[in-house]
T-cell receptor
Framework: AQKITQTQPGMFVQEKEAVTLDCTYD???????LFWYKQPSSGEMIFLIY??????QNATEGRYSLNFQKARKSANLVISASQLGDSAMYFC?????????????FGKGTRLSVIA | DTGVSQDPRHKITKRGQNVTFRCDPI?????LYWYRQTLGQGPEFLTY??????LEKSRLLSDRFSAERPKGSFSTLEIQRTEQGDSAMYLC????WGQGNEQYFGPGTRLTVT
């Protein structure tokens, strides 16, 4: 069974609009972490945002916020005020276990295209 | 503060040849990870190190693959007797154990096996 599921292969959004990228996860651990990374066409993975399973508040980093719904096992990324430079692949990832720095499991990604 | 670097950025090789990739992590980072990414997929974990110790290897890491981090600094990933199925982007990441959660990725090495 897939541990990270991203059901949207591609998404389009108008510049300056908000967009939500979906991510659901599967784990039996009580302690885990969820990540979103951006991968532009250059190939480098850029860390965007992190949510710990025990964090009560949804994580926010600038224009990025993570809509964490633990009971539904979802960790959707919300990008507000989209910019042309946001066009890229976006990956949701998870690390399991109580300690940080363990290997990540990634979803298949969502390609976001921002339209002027 | 320089980021994670990888060399080479691109490698084209013929089937059956051996290739070696290098990763230089962020200088104070003690954890180093190798991932492989094929077209249309997310990265998949291959192996990781804490300092010079290899802590875990994925079942994806066949006997033809070997990774080292001899002095706990840079790491090499060698693929022997390459096959066309080895064509992929090989990503290296590093992190500092006990400090935050994020892994910092390098630009990757794109391998094409002809």
């Amino acid at each position: 069974a897939q541990k990270i599921t991203q059901t949207q292969p591609g998404m389009f959004v108008q510049e300056k609009e908000a967009v939500t990228l979906d991510c659901t996860y599967d784990t039996s651990d009580q302690s885990y972490g969820l990540f979103w990374y951006k991968q532009p066409s250059s190939g480098e993975m850029i860390f965007l945002i992190y949510q710990g399973s025990y964090d009560e508040q949804n994580a926010t980093e600038g224009r990025y916020s993570l809509n964490f719904q633990k009971a539904r096992k979802s960790a959707n990324l919300v990008i507000s005020a989209s910019q042309l430079g946001d066009s890229a692949m976006y990956f949701c990832a998870m690390r399991e276990g109580p300690t940080g720095n363990t290997p990540l499991v990634f979803g298949k990604g969502t390609r976001l295209s921002v339209i002027a | 503060d320089t980021g994670v670097s990888q060399d080479p950025r691109h490698k084209i090789t013929k089937r059956g040849q051996n290739v070696t990739f290098r990763c230089d992590p962020i200088s104070e980072h003690n954890r180093l990870y190798w991932y492989r990414q094929t077209l249309g997929q997310g990265p998949e974990f291959l192996t990781y190190f804490q300092n010079e110790a290899q802590l875990e290897k994925s079942r994806l890491l066949s006997d033809r693959f070997s990774a080292e981090r001899p002095k706990g600094s840079f790491s090499t990933l060698e693929i022997q007797r390459t096959e066309q199925g080895d064509s992929a982007m090989y990503l290296c990441a590093s992190s500092l154990w006990g400090q935050g959660n994020e892994q910092y990725f390098g630009p990757g090495t794109r391998l094409t096996v002809t």
